[in-house]
């Protein structure tokens, strides 16, 4: 199996025409910057969140052209201190132009949707994220098949249909709008 990696995968955010949305069903991801930046959120302490610049500059950028950036996370609750960290930072993206919407885990489980991660880029083009044990993003799988491209985008429907936007699930687990918790 080959992966898109680094600029490959990333050239994925710069080249779809309408709409890229991702399925998040992951408790936690591993990354170093994030790591360090729930680690002080925990704590109470001041966050310096620069780091998401780059990634609020695609989502704007990609807004001002008409093009459109979703998302459903699937969580656990209670919520883990990585999930309550991103619906904390996802007013941010939300703010730049991505629609962020979450989905409890138990009920993503009776709707019957997968168990990874995936992006679904103009209803056409679906990458299959692929992680190791230790939750480090390995590289995102094309998937080409046309009957396997029509599943992925019937649970992008199911999943975006029984979600709730982030402002009011936010709300739900008392972290606030543009606070900390």
């Known amino acids: 199996m080959s992966l898109l990696r680094g600029d490959d995968f990333d050239r994925l955010f710069e080249s779809f025409e309408h709409t890229a949305y991702r399925l998040e069903v992951r408790d ?11 680690d002080r959120f925990v ?4 966050n310096d969140l620069s780091w998401l610049d780059g990634w609020l500059d695609t989502i704007g ?4 052209e008409g093009r459109r950036f979703a998302r459903v996370r699937v969580v656990t609750e209670p919520l883990t201190d990585y999930s309550r960290f991103g619906l904390h930072c ?3 993206t939300n ?3 991505e629609d962020i919407r979450y989905l409890r885990r138990a009920h993503a489980h009776r709707l019957g949707l997968p168990e990874h991660d995936y992006w679904l880029f103009d209803s056409r083009r679906v990458v299959r994220m692929h992680f190791d044990q230790h939750d480090r993003f390995l590289g995102g799988e094309p998937i080409r098949a046309a009957d396997t491209v029509v599943d992925y985008n019937h649970w992008r429907d199911v999943a975006w249909h029984h979600a709730t936007r982030r402002d009011d699930f936010a709300a739900e687990h008392a972290i606030g709008l543009d606070t900390h918790p």
């Open 28 to 38: 936690r991801y591993d990354s170093p910057v994030e790591a360090a930046a729930v």
């Open 43 to 46: 704590a109470g302490e001041p």
């Open 61 to 64: 950028r990609a807004t001002r």
């Open 90 to 92: 996802a007013r941010l």
């Open 95 to 97: 703010g730049a132009g």
